[in-house]
């Protein structure tokens, strides 16, 4: 018998299904805490473009079980729904149909138990948006792969040695200038196609750099990714809304919570601080 779900909704993107990075094991651990009535897969579940480059492909032990652990939730009422992303655009051909009870869309307009609108998107329709010379392109790819790989092997001697999930790429991004320009930029090009839409906010994933605010009147959320930072969002039965980690700690708070006041968490006043630098660069 499936038990009964404890949030409205759950967003989660980036998995990177089919390659070493995706830590499935983890978002297995929250999705067995969150149970939600509805779960949008933002994107980029499967890394088809990761799968096509290897020799063999395969899901290891942990990804078979977090998508068999998916395809239960469709089966036994969960409404899920799945905007593919980059590196899962083939299945946007299938886009407006319904397989195993799972519906892909290519974007969506999630409405909150409080009545606000959120357009849902994957992200990477703002990509045509930044303009960089190509060699910085290249360079920042390597860069990229190369902080992924260190990760990876961080990852593991850390659970070798039974230490909790952490993530150094993810830490050296938060400490990178060109990366938080980045994050405005997408930020701003998103928040543009929610005045277009006439929607209250939005969220989405891709840039793999998690935030969650209110910016200009809007609601803006970056859910993250699974994997460096291992976050998603979540939707309570209220309509409040919480940026989380792999273990349902919340990270930050919806800024118009239902009501009551409560102090700012330390990863809040960090997000503040980043946007302040945003906003004075």
Not at 13 to 24: E, I, Y
Not at 93 to 113: L, M, Y
Not at 144 to 170: C, D, E, F, I, K
Not at 219 to 243: I, K, P, Q, S
Request: charged fraction near 30%.
């Amino acid at each position: 018998m499936a038990r009964r779900p404890n949030a409205r909704t759950l967003f989660v993107s980036d998995l990177h299904l089919g390659t070493p990075d995706a830590q499935a094991q983890l978002l297995l651990n929250l999705m067995r805490l969150v149970r939600p009535e509805r779960l949008y897969l933002v994107g980029d579940v499967f890394d088809l473009i990761a799968m096509k480059r290897r020799a063999i492909s395969v899901l290891d032990g942990h990804q078979q079980r977090l998508v068999r652990h998916i395809l239960r939730l469709a089966r036994t009422g969960c409404e899920v729904i799945y905007i593919p992303g980059n590196h899962d655009a083939a299945f946007r051909t299938f886009c407006g149909e319904t397989f195993r009870s799972i519906e892909v869309r290519r974007d969506a307009v999630h409405v909150t138990q409080d009545g606000r609108r959120l357009l849902v998107s994957h992200g990477d329709e703002f990509d045509g948006h930044f303009k960089a010379p190509r060699w910085k392109l290249v360079v920042g790819e390597m860069a990229l792969h190369t902080m992924r790989r260190t990760n990876r092997w961080t990852v593991q001697a850390r659970r070798r040695m039974g230490r909790p999930y952490w993530s150094l790429s993810a830490a050296l991004k938060r400490r990178s200038g060109n990366v938080k320009h980045f994050a405005g930029a997408f930020r701003q090009s998103a928040l543009a196609r929610v005045r277009r839409e006439g929607v209250d906010g939005y969220i989405g994933g891709h840039i793999h750099i998690p935030f969650f605010g209110e910016c200009e009147g809007f609601v803006y959320c970056n859910d993250g990714d699974w994997v460096e930072n291992c976050t998603a969002l979540v939707e309570e039965f209220d309509g409040r809304l919480r940026l989380v980690d792999w273990q349902n700690k919340t990270l930050v708070d919806d800024p118009r919570p239902p009501s009551g006041h409560r102090e700012k968490t330390e990863t809040e006043d960090w997000l503040a601080d980043e946007e302040g630098q945003l906003t004075s660069d």
